[in-house]
């Protein structure tokens, strides 16, 4: 009868690890209540098979006890396994009410997280497909530009391809620059104005102090370098190259031969030719540089759209200079006339002030001297009308 308690003891722990167990296995798909009631069903299950199996093993382990002992000794043991499981029972459901609590506030919790969550899924989604539409709206107006900007490549492309458009562009980037310079029409330089005696008409002539002028050319050849930029052949390239070279030096010595330098119309010894792109420029210095030193030498000076406000400041300057010289010059002059026309008007006041200084001399003499000598003799005739007590002759109203 000592086994009795020991094997309670392991029934009882038995069916509490297979309860704890089976909790742990389905705590995440099952609501609290449900997995009480499976527990409790399940604690039952496994208590009456671990007792069917005590049995069978009390079975084997004492046959030679009569049957009716043995099922007198189960009875008693099945009471007290009974009571015995009946306050396991209450104390694992007081446990499981419990810990159905916790889990419920877990659950509360885990709900109030996902909630936020959620909502925070939900704003970033918000979020997402508000940027996705700006993107979107972004890159539609990029494609936008780019088409435009296509268009715009192709449509100055078929415009630089003909000889007289080009030019046209060569005068609108000169006359851009020359309002950036402050250069007015008219007044600082005239626009295709023929030369007399000669014939030539330059592009621009820029008007310079004492009548001198400097004459600028904005004619430029450019088909063999759009040649060169279109194509994608290293041979070809490099013969467009080269003929846009000899198209440059062509150029520059056509330049000196048009009589844009001519002494007799007060030029400088110098002339100026457009390059209408700051690009082109940097080709020609890059790929040949003898080609700008040999213009220098021979009084052409190309210009980039940068250098060319550079020449026009350095010119506005000297303008500038030359202004403010013949005024100083004017001023001083006018200075010198001031200052002779002072030394009159000084001498005239000095003049005067010896006058003034006379007048006040005789005005003192009169009101002192002559006054004394002029009252006397009233005084004794008013003195002989008083003692003779002869009356005041009467005075008219207008002079009283």
Same mark, same amino acid.
């Given at each position: 009868?000592?086994?009795?308690?020991?094997?309670?003891?392991?029934?009882?722990?038995?069916?509490?690890?297979?309860?704890?167990?089976?909790?742990?296995?389905?705590?995440?798909?099952?609501?609290?209540?449900?997995?009480?009631?499976?527990?409790?069903?399940?604690?039952?299950? %496994?208590?009456?098979?671990?007792?069917?199996?005590?049995?069978?093993?009390?079975?084997?382990?004492?046959?030679?006890?009569?049957?009716?002992?043995?099922?007198?000794?189960?009875?008693?043991?099945?009471?007290?396994?009974?009571?015995?499981?009946?306050?396991?029972?209450?104390?694992?459901?007081?446990?499981?009410?419990?810990?159905?609590?916790?889990?419920?506030?877990?659950?509360?919790?885990?709900?109030?997280?996902?909630?936020?969550?959620?909502?925070?899924?939900?704003?970033?989604?918000?979020?997402?497909?508000?940027?996705?539409?700006?993107?979107?709206?972004?890159?539609?107006?990029?494609?936008?530009?780019?088409?435009?900007?296509?268009?715009?490549?192709?449509?100055?492309?078929?415009?630089?391809?003909?000889? %007289?458009?080009?030019?046209?562009?060569?005068?609108?980037?000169?006359?851009?620059?020359?309002?950036?310079?402050?250069?007015?029409?008219?007044?600082?330089?005239?626009? %295709?104005?023929?030369?007399?005696?000669?014939?030539?008409?330059?592009?621009?002539?820029?008007?310079?102090?004492?009548?001198?002028?400097?004459?600028?050319?904005?004619?430029?050849?450019?088909?063999?370098?759009?040649?060169?930029?279109?194509?994608?052949?290293?041979?070809?390239?490099?013969?467009?190259?080269?003929?846009?070279?000899?198209?440059?030096?062509?150029? +520059?010595?056509?330049?000196?031969?048009?009589?844009?330098?001519?002494?007799?119309?007060?030029?400088?010894?110098?002339?100026?030719?457009? +390059?209408?792109?700051?690009?082109?420029?940097?080709? +020609?210095?890059?790929?040949?540089?003898?080609?700008?030193?040999?213009?220098?030498?021979?009084?052409?000076?190309?210009?980039?759209?940068?250098?060319?406000?550079?020449?026009?400041?350095?010119?506005?300057?000297?303008?500038?200079?030359?202004?403010?010289?013949?005024?100083?010059?004017?001023?001083?002059?006018? +200075?010198?006339?001031?200052?002779?026309?002072?030394?009159?008007?000084?001498?005239?006041?000095?003049?005067?002030?010896?006058?003034?200084?006379?007048?006040?001399?005789?005005?003192?003499?009169?009101?002192?001297?002559?006054?004394? %000598?002029?009252?006397?003799?009233?005084?004794?005739?008013?003195?002989?009308?008083?003692?003779?007590?002869?009356?005041?002759?009467?005075?008219?109203?207008?002079?009283?």
């Amino acid at each position: 009868m000592t086994y009795w308690p020991l094997v309670a003891a392991l029934l009882v722990g038995f069916a509490l690890g297979l309860s704890v167990a089976l909790l742990l296995r389905i705590i995440q798909a099952k609501t609290a209540k449900e997995l009480a009631a499976e527990l409790f069903d399940e604690s039952e299950k %496994q208590t009456k098979a671990g007792m069917d199996t005590v049995l069978a093993d009390l079975k084997a382990s004492f046959g030679s006890l009569s049957f009716d002992a043995l099922q007198k000794s189960t009875e008693e043991f099945l009471k007290l396994a009974k009571s015995r499981l009946d306050v396991e029972r209450e104390s694992t459901v007081q446990d499981l009410d419990a810990k159905k609590g916790l889990i419920d506030q877990q659950l509360t919790r885990m709900g109030t997280e996902l909630e936020k969550v959620s909502t925070l899924v939900r704003n970033l989604e918000k979020d997402r497909m508000q940027k996705f539409g700006e993107l979107t709206s972004q890159l539609k107006s990029a494609s936008e530009q780019t088409t435009a900007l296509i268009e715009t490549t192709n449509t100055l492309r078929e415009a630089l391809s003909s000889t %007289q458009s080009r030019g046209q562009w060569g005068e609108r980037m000169a006359e851009d620059v020359l309002r950036l310079a402050g250069f007015i029409e008219g007044v600082n330089y005239l626009k %295709q104005k023929m030369v007399d005696g000669v014939g030539t008409r330059p592009d621009f002539t820029f008007l310079l102090p004492r009548d001198l002028k400097l004459n600028m050319d904005v004619k430029f050849p450019l088909d063999n370098y759009i040649r060169f930029l279109e194509t994608d052949s290293d041979l070809e390239k490099s013969k467009y190259r080269n003929d846009f070279l000899r198209d440059v030096k062509a150029r +520059i010595k056509e330049i000196t031969t048009r009589d844009y330098i001519n002494p007799q119309q007060n030029t400088l010894d110098y002339v100026l030719l457009f +390059i209408p792109n700051e690009q082109v420029y940097a080709f +020609i210095h890059e790929q040949d540089r003898a080609i700008l030193d040999s213009s220098i030498r021979n009084k052409v000076i190309p210009c980039s759209p940068l250098t060319l406000f550079a020449v026009l400041a350095v010119v506005r300057q000297a303008i500038d200079n030359f202004a403010l010289e013949q005024t100083s010059t004017e001023i001083l002059s006018l +200075i010198g006339a001031f200052k002779k026309q002072w030394g009159n008007f000084v001498k005239k006041m000095e003049v005067l002030g010896k006058r003034i200084s006379e007048s006040q001399k005789e005005y003192e003499a009169l009101m002192t001297t002559r006054r004394r %000598q002029l009252e006397k003799p009233l005084n004794k005739i008013e003195e002989l009308r008083e003692n003779r007590r002869i009356p005041a002759a009467p005075q008219d109203e207008e002079e009283g």
